[in-house]
């Protein structure tokens, strides 16, 4: 009886394995304590372009993107979670993340944010890529600590280069031989820092 | 006025309780129509993920199963196979229809999640896989031009992880290899969606196993003899035969256990539903028995006494049972949500699924079970003495 179900295992076990599709944290409650160690909790909030402010606000976030959504995958129909994390009933932090078409497959990039909308952690759940190693790193996501939307609002995804002054001008390529995907990381964070300030900070403005 | 709007009123008059009763009544019911329906729903899905399958029969190297999980955990190191030769000698046999050879690889991807996970693929033939799986679609490209071809098709979940469209390179983490996307599966709702295919040919060339195999998917003529098929197949060296009607008679006996003892449980509820139906109805009776007196003294016969009692307990099992099928249908994906996080194996598709025939059956079930205990309360009730009934009110 065990040996059947082994067998009827190896050959679900795919979906199994990769039945996680969009970007939510593998393990919010460990992730979560990890990134905001004086967090009591956190709350998950769904949303998407199509429901918070949809054709129009598509338009606004591929304007401050500098680029366009393209591909099956990057719609206005994408779900994105939002976690609100709170210490006692006041909120300390924001954890959201995106996914990205990589060179070589699919990469999630984690940003923790604080309520002032600045880069307190960047975390890469998943990647697939030749310089996977280096862009997972903990040097590498340290470039990303303090900064915020206004030091990325010089960066163009569509070309890649990074502007020759300012904080991202000393942003290092780990791997510059491995191909695009230190531009797509960019071009993530870029795009995360976007739909948090439309999700969350310039709400709260308005 | 009709018996039936005497009855109607008459449980009006304590609305709480008829309330309390009826609700009873609908939760048995709800119980029992959902079970029926998860009995229906599973058979259902398992059927039709086995025949996703493509074959009725796999083959693979003895000791495979245990293997399998080594697959999972160590990403397909120390894995038995069968030789590729094993295709031809099956094929041979005159109850085969078409074999397709696999060969399934794991890779140990440490920059998946925060531990690492594994990736797997399936290395399939280009000629007799696709006609295996006619009910595959693809959302946009094909299956690979030849066995030998760098690329890969994936399933639509294993696609939208990795963002990949057709043209995109993908990298095998560990090995480092790289192949073409030729296609992107529609949605099956089968552990396809989940799957990175690519040629056999390719597979056995990146992962060193030229000539290897992990398993062969039989599909056998209409009309064969299963079971003197598999002896057959047992007289190959080295083999394990799956027989997947075998694998779903398994999975049903395992669920079967855990069936029994919800039926019962849903008997049980049935049971108390009824002990509650008796003891509203009979209080009925108790209550009334001056006014019941009076009835027969006006010239009502026992039997239009017992009727109308009757009629009592038939209109408060109709709207409980009738409630109870209304939840169950309203709840029906909310119970399947919770079986699929108490199950460990739940097929793809709809779990709990009704129709008119599991809520018919399910509505004379209570109907029937309703009446029959109303017939004591009934009874009693066509027994009354008139006289000895008013004697008894005016006390």
């Keep these: ?206 | 006025m009709n018996i039936y709007s005497v009855a109607y009123k008459n449980l009006l008059r304590k609305k709480t309780r008829s309330a309390l009763t009826a609700g009873g009544i609908a939760l048995s019911a709800w119980v029992l129509v959902t079970l029926l329906g998860f009995n229906r729903g599973y058979e259902q899905s398992l059927n039709r993920d086995i025949d996703n399958m493509g074959f009725q029969v796999l083959l693979t190297a003895k000791g495979c199963p245990y293997e399998a999980a080594t697959l999972m955990l160590k990403g397909g190191t120390g894995l038995r196979y069968i030789k590729e030769g094993m295709v031809k000698t099956v094929t041979a046999y005159p109850e085969v229809e078409r074999v397709t050879p696999m060969l399934m690889q794991g890779v140990f991807d440490p920059n998946k999640g925060e531990n690492g996970a594994v990736a797997a693929y399936l290395g399939v033939d280009a000629l007799t896989f696709p006609p295996m799986k006619r009910y595959l679609e693809f959302k946009e490209g094909g299956w690979f031009k030849d066995n030998n071809a760098r690329e890969a098709v994936l399933g639509y979940e294993a696609a939208e992880l990795e963002q990949r469209e057709i043209g995109d390179k993908l990298l095998i983490p560990g090995i480092n290899a790289e192949v073409r996307v030729a296609g992107v599966l529609k949605r099956s709702g089968t552990q396809d969606d989940g799957t990175i295919f690519l040629p056999m040919g390719t597979v056995q060339t990146l992962f060193s196993k030229k000539g290897q195999l992990t398993a062969l998917g039989i599909k056998v003529k209409k009309d064969t003899d299963m079971d003197a098929f598999e002896n057959r197949l047992y007289d190959l060296p080295d083999v394990q035969v799956v027989s997947l009607a075998q694998v779903k008679t398994t999975i049903m006996g395992l669920l079967s256990s855990a069936k029994v003892i919800v039926l019962a449980l849903a008997l049980i509820a049935v049971i108390i539903a009824m002990a509650g139906v008796i003891n509203t109805i009979l209080m009925s009776v108790l209550e009334r028995y001056g006014e019941i007196g009076i009835i027969k003294s006006m010239g009502a016969m026992p039997r239009d006494v017992f009727k109308m009692i009757w009629t009592e307990t038939a209109l408060l099992c109709s709207v409980g049972g009738l409630t109870g099928i209304l939840l169950s249908l309203a709840t029906a994906r909310l119970s399947e949500a919770a079986i699929r996080r108490f199950l460990p194996y739940t097929p793809h598709g709809a779990l709990v699924v009704l129709d008119g025939r599991i809520a018919g059956f399910a509505f004379l079930m209570i109907l029937a079970a309703g009446l029959l205990s109303g017939l004591y309360p009934a009874w009693r009730a066509s027994r009354v003495r008139p006289l000895e009934a008013m004697r008894a009110e005016s006390d």
Excluded at chain 1, 1 to 28: E, H, R, T, Y
Excluded at chain 1, 29 to 38: E, S, V
Excluded at chain 1, 65 to 70: N, V
Excluded at chain 1, 170 to 194: C, E, S, W, Y
């Design chain 1, 1 to 206: 009886m065990k040996k059947l179900l082994l067998i009827v295992c190896l050959f679900l076990a795919p979906s199994i394995a990769l039945a996680a599709v969009g970007c939510d944290l593998n393990d919010p409650d460990r992730d979560i304590a990890r990134l905001f160690p004086a967090s009591s909790g956190y709350k998950t909030v769904y949303l998407s372009i199509k429901t918070s402010g949809g054709e129009a606000m598509l338009q606004r976030v591929e304007q401050r993107l500098g680029d366009s959504f393209h591909g099956l995958y990057e719609t206005i129909e994408v779900p994105y979670t939002l976690y609100e994390v709170h210490q006692g009933k006041e909120i300390i932090g924001y954890v959201h993340g995106v996914n990205q078409k990589g060179e070589y497959g699919g990469i999630q990039v984690f940003l923790s944010l604080g309520t002032d909308g600045v880069i307190k952690s960047f975390y890469i759940q998943k990647l697939t890529s030749k310089a996977a190693k280096e862009l997972r790193s903990k040097q590498f996501g340290a470039q990303f600590e303090g900064l915020s939307l206004k030091d990325f609002q010089a960066y163009p995804p569509a070309s890649g280069q990074l502007p020759t002054s300012g904080p991202l001008a000393t942003l290092k390529n780990p791997a510059p031989a491995a191909g695009q995907d230190f531009q797509h990381v960019l071009r993530a964070v870029k795009k995360n820092l976007i739909l948090m300030d439309e999700f969350v900070f310039s709400k709260k403005k308005r």
